[in-house]
């Protein structure tokens, strides 16, 4: 068994089997995992320093999901966008496919919580054949979001057919791989796995890092052998509270990023997802981040801020202002230090 393999069936996912240091109330933690499945392998464990860090919200159950009372199963719409079983076709020219159901931790502000790691989400070979055939008979879509739960869990050989599959139907321009895998078990990044990817350029793979703790040396080794293989890697990094609504956290994760070849694409507002109330943060706090990044560092290290829309209303980036237009063409803006300055249009 390849050491990917052991360490993933080495999770844990009762919460009774937590380590014995872990003070939690086991049972409580129970009623929690029967509607929202926990899995906590042994490497991402590892990276767990204190009770309550950073690493430990990610990945440890919490009773607050299940008194949200604000939040909604599917904020997304997903279910109504998707016409044929796990392919979401939301904007005109690019879709969300749905290729496996599990991942190798799950996280616990997940915005598929409603459905990742549980039978309500079921992928088949009937579910990605009929996905398949929805893709050649819509050729406005030239982009393919390949997601999950997590598409580098499955086996090299049932994702070489996927993507051998997409690049039959001549529109597909891009395919895209969602995957935490870098960060939560980069050791699936196997060379042998990179050696099948790269056949299908152009390939992109957006990762999600949260926390400056998650970049160790073996997410670092799993990044290096992406890019060297040809693969842009981007970072798909959520606003979480008590895990990186800081300014300070998510500027040395997106420097972090950038040393291990990953760009940093888009920085997330929470979704609207029913058990992840208690993650979330205000708006203007994410704003502020923003304010924190632009300027004051690398422009290779400021993301995107965005929020997708509750009801499948789509992307919306949130930017800080910089700018107002006095009139007659005059403009001023202020400079990330403070500083004002105009601007004068063409006559
Ligand atoms: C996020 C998303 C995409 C891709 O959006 P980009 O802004 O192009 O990265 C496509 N489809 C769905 C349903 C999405 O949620
Ligand atoms: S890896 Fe992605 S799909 Fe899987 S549980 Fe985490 S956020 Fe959800």
Redesign the pocket.
């Known amino acids: 068994m390849s050491s990917w393999r052991k360490i993933l069936a080495e999770s844990i996912t009762d919460p009774a089997d937590l380590p014995p240091s872990f003070k939690v109330d086991r049972q409580a933690l129970s009623k929690v995992t029967s509607t929202y499945p926990m899995r906590i392998n042994p490497y991402f464990l590892k990276l767990i320093k204190q009770p309550f860090d950073p690493i430990w919200r990610q990945a440890v159950p919490d009773q607050l999901e299940l008194t949200d009372r604000v939040c909604q199963e599917d904020p997304l719409d997903e279910e109504n966008l998707s016409r044929v079983p796990n392919l979401i076709h939301k904007y005109p020219d690019r879709a969300l496919f749905l290729v496996n159901s599990n991942?190798a931790?799950?996280?616990r502000f997940?915005?598929?919580k409603r459905k990742?790691g549980t039978e309500r989400l079921q992928v088949t070979t009937n579910t990605l054949q009929t996905a398949f055939a929805y893709l050649a008979r819509t050729p406005a879509i030239r982009d393919v979001l390949v997601s999950?739960?997590?598409p580098l869990l499955l086996e090299d050989d049932r994702l070489e057919w996927i993507l051998t599959e997409l690049r039959r139907i001549p529109s597909i321009e891009i395919i895209r791989i969602g995957s935490?895998v870098p960060c939560?078990l980069p050791m699936r990044v196997t060379t042998r796995l990179v050696k099948m990817l790269k056949k299908f350029h152009p390939l992109y793979i957006n990762t999600?890092f949260n926390h400056p703790n998650e970049i160790t040396p073996e997410a670092a080794k799993a990044c290096s052998r992406l890019a060297n293989a040809g693969i842009p890697l981007g970072c798909q990094t959520v606003l979480l509270k008590g895990v990186n609504n800081d300014p300070q956290i998510i500027k040395n994760l997106m420097n972090k990023l950038l040393l291990i070849r990953v760009k940093p694409y888009y920085i997330f507002q929470g979704d609207m997802t029913k058990g992840t109330d208690h993650f979330r943060t205000p708006i203007n706090q994410g704003l502020e981040i923003m304010r924190s990044l632009i300027g004051h560092t690398s422009g290779l290290a400021v993301p995107r801020f965005a929020i997708d829309l509750p009801g499948g209303f789509g992307k919306v980036p949130i930017l800080p202002e910089y700018q107002e237009e006095e009139g007659a063409g005059l403009w001023n803006f202020h400079n990330y230090k403070g500083q004002y300055c105009s601007y004068l249009d063409p006559a």
């Open positions: 991942c931790m799950y996280c997940c915005t598929r990742v999950g739960g997590d935490r939560t999600h």
